[in-house]
């Protein structure tokens, strides 16, 4: 797939701003950022989210998930793969704990989030989950509820094994194999199943509400009616396939393969991924699937966590207002920075405005977000106009010079750069040494082609990746 998506100029409006939104989804991280080192997944990042109460609590059963999950993970790869490293983030405002302090790890690029409950799920567990099949997806998201209270395992299952459920979906772009909105379906042999796999996991047609035999058949499609569910049978002790279909189970400790999968069930997993069984997009079309990863003798090392806190953020929008931006792209420019100045940003953050021609000015020195008059008095700064030569370099120079304002450097402060990059990019090193996180938006067909090659150079230096640039294109 093409290394920058491209977007038409005349989008309508509504489209423009949806593309947009994932623009800015896309900037704020993704699993890229975790890497399988030899059997070991590293550089996953685990972030609390700054409305949870402060709990210590909350640290320490996260520990206890991740390390029930790793080997849950490592029985279901087939003594493959664990969880090596994983860092902690904890919100700027909580004050119990004696935390590390972060370089570029923030809450947007986090792996799996620890949030309140969602308006849709409630305390459900979810990823965010996109693309085809074998695609890696955006996050995990679980509520700080489902983290503490021991209640909701009797709903969900053990922690740890809906920690592997949900990571199959991030990691490796798997399905679910069962279906509430379609739970019945005629057999091969006309006879009714349950969605599910695999087809040796047995268990009753119940009532939804009150788990009384239930045998009401719908006189149009000949299977159960809704008010009808399966209830797998929690005490089989034959059974260990599939944790994408019933991971509560106290049996079910494997992926559906070859020999064990349902291909006519009514599922996501057949309807995303051709009928293919779980192990078989995992080992031949996930991001992990030309790793060659041999089996371990003996039991996985248990995971290592360091625990971070993150300082106030820091941000300042670096805005190309050059000749070479008139019409559609300015116009392009304002509605990107305004959406996520508006909507974006979170609050208590420190937010400057520098643009660039030839030279480089500050419209706006750095003002904490608090509350929806200050997003819109910096909307108010954001040009509307264009002319000029362009220098990236001046302008990237004077983010710098912003960033420094509220403590007197730049790392683990963040530039977002928005341009069309029609200019020479000479100063990458310096760059490099500020430790800032640049992000780079350009709009237009001929960007600088350094603006990704910087990007690839960071990503090459594990231990410095205080410089990282990620490049999306608007015509």
Known sequence: MNAFPVISADLSPWLLKQWLCCCWSSLSGSTFGIKLEGNGYTDILIAINPVVPENPLLIERIKEMVSNASSVLFT???DKFYFEEITILVPPNWSQGDYGRTKTETYEKANIIINEENRAYGDQP?????GQCGSESRYIHLT???MLDDELIKLYGP???VLVHEWAHLRWGVYDEHD???PFYKGAHSDIQATRCSLQLYGEIVNRINHTNCTHIDPNTKIYTQDCVFLPDSEQWEIVASLMSYPSLHKVTTFCSKKTHNSEAPNAQNRMCDNRDVMDVIFTSSVDAKANVQPLKGPCPAPRFTVMQRGQRVVCLVLDVSGSMRGSRILQQQQA???FLTTIVEESSYVGIVTFTNDATTLKPLTVIHGEESRTQLVRYLPIEATGGTDICK???KGFEELRKDNGNTMGDEII???DGESELDCASEVKESGAIVNSIALGPSANKELKMMSEISGKARYSRWFRVQCIHLI
């Open 337 to 339: 920075a305004s959406l």
């Open 76 to 78: 279901a790869t087939e």
């Open 417 to 419: 750069l928005l341009t």
């Open 144 to 146: 700080s509820k489902f």
């Open 395 to 397: 302008g990237l120079k």
């Open 159 to 161: 922690r740890g094994k």
């Open 180 to 182: 509430d909105s379609q």
């Open 126 to 130: 979810y990823t965010l989950q996109y």
